[in-house]
């Protein structure tokens, strides 16, 4: 993921291609919302409108470094 603005817990990043809408609705495995950063890896799912999503549930993997 890359992009990350906004505050917990409406954020926006960019991931795959998609720009992803996070709030307080988002359900998360492995982590919460102030625990994301750029560079981190993130199974995401949720409803794509055109290039965006708004999530549902993310999975924090990790960091890309």
Sequence with gaps: MSGLSGRC???SFNAGGHMVAVNRNTDY???KCTDLSN???LAITGTI???SVTAT???V???KG
Excluded: L, T
Aim: aromatic fraction near 0%.
């Design 9 to 11: 817990p409406d954020v």
């Design 29 to 31: 495995k492995h982590g």
């Design 39 to 41: 560079g981190d890896r």
């Design 49 to 51: 409108i055109g290039n």
């Design 57 to 59: 549930d993310i999975d």
């Design 61 to 63: 993997k990790g960091s």
